[in-house]
C-alpha cells in the first residue's frame, strides 16, 4: 500500500513532506526566511513523529533534508528564551529533546540525512543520528551551544566522540568550531559527501537500496549497532540534564544577546 502522506501533513504541520521514491517518506525541514529553524511546535513534533513512522508498514525508509538554503539552524531563539525564564519550559524541552534521541536511535526504519548549508543544534543532532549521513562540501557542522552559555546538550555527548574520537569531539565540541562537509567525510562524521546537486539524488538512490533490500535484517542490524548509543546513554543523559540546567544560569543570558547581535560573548 501506498504511504498515507496526508496523515503526516495533518499530524506533523511544522514539516513538508513527499513522497518521490516508492516506500520511502521525505521530512522537509521548512522554515526557510530563518534557516529552517524549528519552532517550539516543530520541536515537540520531531519528538514524537519517529515512533508513527516506525510502526508505519508502508514505510521502509525515511529522508530527512531542509529546504531553500539549509538543513537545520536548529531551534528558533524564541525557546531559549522562554526555556531560561521558566521551570515548566526547561523540563518539556528536556522531555522532547530526550525523546527525539532515543526514538531516532529506535526508530525501526532506516534514515537517511542530506545535508546542506547549516546544521546546527536539533538539525545536526537528526543529521548525525541518522543511519546514513549525507553532506555537501561546503556544509557546516557546528555543535554551538557553549558559544552561548550553554553546556552542549541535543547529541553530540552521545555520538560525537563515537563518530571522531574524543579529541577531535571535543574540540569541536568546546570551541563550536564547525566542521565543513569535505572535511567532515574525511574524519568519519558522515557516511558521503557529494556535490549540492547531487545531494537529493544521491539520498534518494540510497533509499531505494534500503528499500529493496531485507527489511527484517536492515531493521535487526540498525538496533544492533545502535546499541552502541545505548551503551553511551548514561552520558548523553548527564550532558541533557547539565543543558537545561545552564538554560537556567547568567551566562545565556549574554550568549544569547551576543548572538543575535552577531559578535562575540562577553562572559563574565
Not at 534557516?35 to 519528538?47: K, P, T, W, Y
Request: hydrophobic residues 45%.
Amino acid at each position: 500500500m501506498a504511504i498515507d502522506v496526508q496523515h503526516y501533513i495533518d499530524t506533523y504541520d511544522q514539516f513538508k513532506f513527499e513522497v518521490v521514491e516508492d516506500r520511502v517518506l521525505e521530512i522537509v525541514f521548512s522554515n526557510p526566511g530563518k534557516l529552517n529553524a524549528v519552532s517550539a511546535r516543530g520541536h515537540a513534533q520531531l519528538a514524537v513523529i519517529w515512533p508513527d513512522i516506525s510502526a508505519d508498514e508502508n514505510i521502509r525508509a525515511v529522508i530527512v533534508r531542509g529546504e531553500g538554503r539549509a538543513f537545520c539552524a536548529g531551534g528558533e531563539m524564541d525557546i531559549i528564551d522562554e526555556m531560561a525564564v521558566s521551570a515548566s519550559a526547561r523540563l518539556r524541552g528536556m522531555r522532547e529533546t530526550r525523546d527525539i534521541v532515543y526514538n531516532i536511535i529506535n526508530c525501526s526504519k532506516p534514515i537517511v540525512s542530506a545535508m546542506h548549508g547549516v546544521a546546527v543544534g536539533a538539525g545536526l543532532c537528526v543529521g548525525l543520528l541518522a543511519d546514513v549521513s549525507i553532506a555537501t562540501p561546503d556544509v557546516r557542522l557546528v555543535d554551538g551551544h557553549t558559544r552561548f552559555g550553554v553546556p552542549a546538550g541535543d547529541g553530540a555527548v552521545l555520538i560525537w566522540p563515537l563518530l571522531m574520537g574524543m579529541a577531535k569531539a571535543k574540540y569541536h565540541v568546546l570551541t563550536c568550531e564547525p566542521i565543513l562537509g569535505k572535511d567532515a567525510e574525511r574524519m568519519g562524521v558522515v557516511s558521503l559527501c557529494v556535490e549540492a546537486d547531487e545531494l537529493v539524488p544521491t539520498a534518494r538512490k540510497v533509499a531505494r537500496r534500503l528499500v529493496s533490500g531485507s527489511q527484517s535484517a536492515i531493521e535487526m542490524t540498525k538496533y544492533a549497532m545502535n546499541s552502541w548509543l545505548r551503551l553511551a546513554g548514561p552520558s548523553y543523559d548527564i550532558s541533557m540534564a547539565y543543558e537545561f540546567l545552564g538554560l537556567a544560569g547568567d551566562d545565556v543570558q549574554e550568549g544569547v544577546k551576543a548572538l543575535r547581535e552577531k559578535r562575540e560573548p562577553n562572559f563574565s
